[in-house]
């Protein structure tokens, strides 16, 4: 259990996918012009990388090494196909408000890139673990993105007029250049907050140390 | 032998997974089509709301070579034809988009809404999107600002047209859609009362049994007379 946790942990912010591993990254920076956007980017991306994660997982024993990739892609491709058709379906809502996300998750290469470095060599336990938490990850990094970019570029929050009317809204931030400007200060604060983190285990660990001493 | 042995197992795997998509797609198609038909359905009675039928027109073809009208209906509440819908599809920036165009019989848009659209999320997509206002004051969406208006207006972007921020493409794409749609259907209408005041003017001399061409057959186009435009032309622009 405890091994779980943890694998889930390195997902949200020690291996977050956006702002330390710095994979899937054109999507988000596309997406993340509001929030509503960043929800529905984040848990759709989430869902495809859970089943495609198990579906590896589960046949990891079945694919001959010099074949992967190919075959991950293929399985991920045709994953990410019946999700679409099974929403445009059954949820048209749903779908329609997510419609534009599903093809950009084909090309979304976390999944391609966990399923390479995790999925293929883990049981199915701790791949769900992984799943979810780099899921997580990558959505508190689209939600924060563009709650930013929303409210400085657009003067709203989810759609939701939250400034003034006085206020001006500043475009940069909406347009791909202000992306890349608040994406680099979430860079610059993930890694501000994985040292702060690291120094507190060392401290603990130290402290554990002299007492067992 | 050992490669051969690596192909096959490939081809497995992909006719699987093919396998699996066909089963699906067999089991959603229908429903994918109904429930588009339902959602065309319900655009078409939001744009006519006194609507009764929509018949199917098929001799109206699109005068733009990359403009295509998939398909036309005529409006009309109990024989009364009050305009066309028109579904045409044209360029846009991110490929193909969709709209349906309503066109009434005083030369105006009666409305507009969108079938399909992929333009890039959160800047082409705001066309699509019922809270993003191109006029903030008056709470005009982008396609909101059709809506009443007249087809001897230019519509040209950033002169009569607001655009969308940081979406010219897009705003000019779909503009030039709606306007080829509702000239054509001008044109459709214009040609179908000519057709309808021919066969008033037949030399038969008999009784005359054909009604004006307003309520049977043919558009009243140009008839002005005691018809109270209830929609006032937006103010163009601005600009």
Known sequence: MKKLYSIFKQGIIFDNPLLMLMIGLCSAIAVTTNVSNGIGMGLAMTFVLLFSEIIISLFRKLIPSMIRIPIFIIVIAAFTTIVDLVMKAYFPDLSKSMGVFIPLIVVNCIIMGRVEAFASKQDLLSVIADALGMGLGYTWVLVGLAAIRELLGNGTFAGIQVMPASYEPILFFILPPGGFFVFSLFISLNIWLKKKMEAAARRKELVSKKEAA | ?239
């Open chain 2, 1 to 239: 032998m050992k490669k051969t042995k690596l192909g096959v197992i490939l081809m497995l795997y992909a006719s699987i997974a093919c396998a699996s998509l066909a089963i699906v797609y067999a089991f959603t198609k229908d429903s994918i089509e109904r429930q588009s038909e339902i959602q065309l359905q319900t655009s078409l009675k939001e744009i006519f709301p006194q609507a009764s039928t929509f018949e199917l027109v098929e001799d109206l073809t699109s005068p733009e070579p990359n403009i295509k009208f998939e398909a036309v209906y005529e409006v009309k509440s109990d024989a009364v034809p009050l305009g066309l819908a028109i579904k045409a599809s044209g360029p846009s920036y991110g490929g193909n988009a969709t709209l349906l165009v309503g066109i009434d019989l005083h030369r105006s848009i009666a409305g507009v809404r969108i079938v399909a659209l992929n333009d890039t999320p959160g800047l082409g997509m705001n066309a699509s999107n019922p809270t993003y206002y191109v006029d903030k004051i008056k709470k005009v969406t982008f396609l909101g600002q059709f809506e009443g208006k007249f087809l001897t207006d230019p519509f040209e972007v950033k002169k009569d047209v607001e655009a969308i921020t940081a979406a010219t493409i897009t705003s000019k794409s779909l503009a030039k859609i709606i306007k080829t749609a509702g000239d054509a259907a001008i044109a459709y209408m214009d040609q179908k009362v000519m057709m309808a005041s021919m066969e008033v003017e037949k030399p038969n001399g008999e009784t005359s049994i054909v009604a004006p061409p307003t309520a049977s057959t043919g558009f009243p186009i140009g008839s002005s007379e005691g018809k109270s435009k209830e929609k006032i032309p937006p103010q163009a622009g601005g600009k």
